[in-house]
């Protein structure tokens, strides 16, 4: 897709009182019936850069387009492939540095077993990409390749189970192969990236042949995405399910189902989505494709779309569908580089070491005191341990104020740990100690992140929760690394924004029509819109915005009484004749 189709500037004015919109601004007034006009209300929302669903991007197959999008996050990188048209051998990629403009990497796979491959998901696994792909819907073959982009080679035979396989790794290192069935879908342990043993049902159905499932984990809850019945269907859609306990369930299906469906003409059949991490470290994203109709060949032609995904508790919605309206764009972490062997001036400044030698560098820019910051390194490139004190050290530093006074995550090579240690005056303190995942080696590329916030600190290892200590509440600081003399870590992409445990949703610019919950709320106490705790089907707080542009705050008009969105269970945002818009953080109410 060309910069200039996604990238457009916008100002959205939101007054209460009525709604308007106008070509590259769009005006939103909200009435609230008979209750008093609130003037601090007033705003104006700076959208910044927006994109536009649905999205074209370079190098689409012909008459085909792009169906069963999926988007691995890598390295600060994305990188998105898609179904292969039928009878065309070849896996097609693209990558990203900020969801919206795309690269063309060409074909990333073109053993004869991607003849039509359907639905390629990507894993990375202690310095390997698994790619896992279902030929014309004739089972799955297992491939595999060094680098995102290629070249995957085949790995395994037919291993079967239908199609639209997709594979979870649970914080405790253990493997999930999920696909689609008759009747629901199915999932499966792995004992390794090669091998499924037997599946079962997960309950997530919707009712006939249901596929394109996908799991997430956020704060200890399982998310899993499908989708069904028919690609050809104007009603293709995408539900979800919960679980407290693991991927294989039990599952719960949330009430405000299903999160993405579109029977409009022009807009219709969304569906086969997959979710990831947004660039900004805190959101999260859903790519999914729309039906344009049928190929000259006879296969569906699809179409690229992206919407945000946000969180109240453990119900999970889209901010859209959005269509043919200026949407705002992922937004970038408040600092980001990729170091190398030798940071930039510019974005570094070097720190005091021990008398003992080694480096450190820190960042220019500090955190605040809620932040997630992330760190990528190959540890020993060479596989030899270089010790420091008795420890093999690559240290993280986190909440740095100068070399006696710090965060550290010091990555132990001879015992495969992870320490956490609070240095204050000079003192230092072990506050935990967790694991490696078993297997892991420290001559490829590994990703720490620590998300910091009231609630304590959350570490990650490539995506796995290593540890979640509540007593070290967020503080303010620079971020870097130190290592001691001799030892050559390879520094990748490293980035830090002020958002933690999913806060950058309450800020988010909320699309018009569509769903708001009270807890996305700015908490700017002017707001016109408040909402209390009774009323919606799941328990979540929740306020209504009608069709009419009203705020219907309770039946009887009682303020801090939220009436339900019957189908949604969350605020339900009207169009204007003009068209679509935006709901930003300040006009949003308090819960």
Not at 100 to 122: F, H, I, K, Q, S
Request: negative net charge; proline residues 7%; charged residues 20%.
């Amino acid at each position: 897709m060309e910069p200039s189709e996604i990238k457009r500037r916008n100002r959205l004015l939101l007054l209460l009182g009525g709604m308007a919109c106008a070509a590259g601004a769009a005006a939103i007034l909200w009435g609230r019936g008979e209750m008093d006009m609130n003037p601090a209300a007033r705003t104006t929302v700076q959208m910044g850069t927006s994109y536009q669903n649905p999205m074209t991007l370079p190098q689409e197959w012909e008459d085909y387009g792009i169906g069963d999008p999926y988007v691995l996050r890598h390295d600060g990188q994305y990188y998105l492939y898609c179904s292969t048209k039928d009878g065309r051998i070849g896996v097609k990629a693209w990558s990203s540095a900020n969801l919206t403009d795309w690269t063309y990497e060409g074909l990333v796979a073109e053993e004869p077993v991607t003849e039509g491959a359907y639905a390629p998901e990507v894993v990375y696994w202690n310095g390997s990409f698994y790619m896992y792909t279902s030929p014309a819907g004739k089972g799955h073959y297992v491939l595999r390749s060094e680098k995102p982009t290629g070249p995957f080679l085949a790995q395994t035979d037919n291993l079967g189970l239908t199609i639209d396989g997709s594979v979870f790794i649970d914080d405790d290192g253990s493997w999930t192969f999920t696909h689609a069935e008759f009747g629901g879908i199915m999932a499966a342990p792995m004992s390794d990236p090669y091998t499924i043993g037997p599946g079962e049902k997960l309950g997530a159905s919707l009712g006939h042949w249901t596929e394109g499932s996908m799991i997430i984990k956020r704060g200890g809850k399982y998310y899993m995405t499908y989708t069904g019945n028919h690609v050809f269907s104007r009603g293709y859609r995408v539900n979800y399910a919960v679980s407290d306990e693991s991927p294989a369930g039990p599952y719960r299906i949330p009430d405000n189902n299903p999160i993405l469906i579109s029977t409009e003409e022009g807009f219709n059949g969304l569906g086969h989505s997959s979710t990831v991490l947004g660039p900004d470290l805190d959101s999260y994203y859903i790519f999914y494709h729309n039906l344009e109709g049928k190929s000259a060949e006879g296969p569906p032609v699809r179409h690229l779309n992206m919407d945000r995904l946000a969180f109240s508790g453990d119900k999970m919605g889209v901010l859209g569908p959005t269509w043919g309206i200026p949407t705002e764009a992922p937004r970038l972490p408040i600092f980001h580089d990729r170091p190398g062997s030798a940071p930039s001036p510019g974005k570094w400044e070097q720190a005091a070491m021990p008398a003992s030698g080694g480096h450190a560098w820190v960042s220019k820019l500090s955190t605040d005191t809620r932040y997630t910051a992330e760190f990528n390194a190959v540890v020993q490139p060479d596989g030899k341990e270089i010790e420091a004190g008795g420890e093999a050290a690559l240290e993280v530093l986190l909440s740095y104020r100068d070399e006696r006074n710090s965060r550290v995550l010091r990555v132990d090579g001879r015992q495969k740990k992870l320490v956490m240690a609070e240095q204050a005056g000079g003192a230092e303190k072990t506050v935990f100690s967790a694991d490696l995942p078993q297997g892991t080696e420290l001559n490829v590329l590994h990703a720490l992140r620590a998300e910091s916030d009231g609630d304590g600190t959350r570490i990650y290892w490539d995506g796995l929760l290593l540890a979640d200590v509540k007593a070290w509440t967020g503080q303010p600081g620079k971020i870097g690394y130190r290592w001691p003399q001799g030892a050559r870590p390879q520094l990748a992409y490293t980035a830090f924004s002020n958002e933690a445990g999913g806060s950058s949703d309450r800020s988010a610019v909320k699309p018009v029509p569509g769903t708001l919950e009270a807890a996305h709320a700015s908490g700017n106490p002017s707001s016109p819109i408040k909402a209390g705790a009774a009323g919606t089907p799941d328990g979540s707080l929740a306020a209504e915005l009608g069709r009419n542009g009203g705020a219907g705050l309770s039946r009887s008009g009682e303020e801090g009484r939220p009436l339900p969105d019957r189908r949604h269970g969350g605020a339900r945002l009207g169009r204007s004749r003009a068209g679509g818009g935006g709901l930003g953080p300040e006009a949003q109410g308090g819960a």
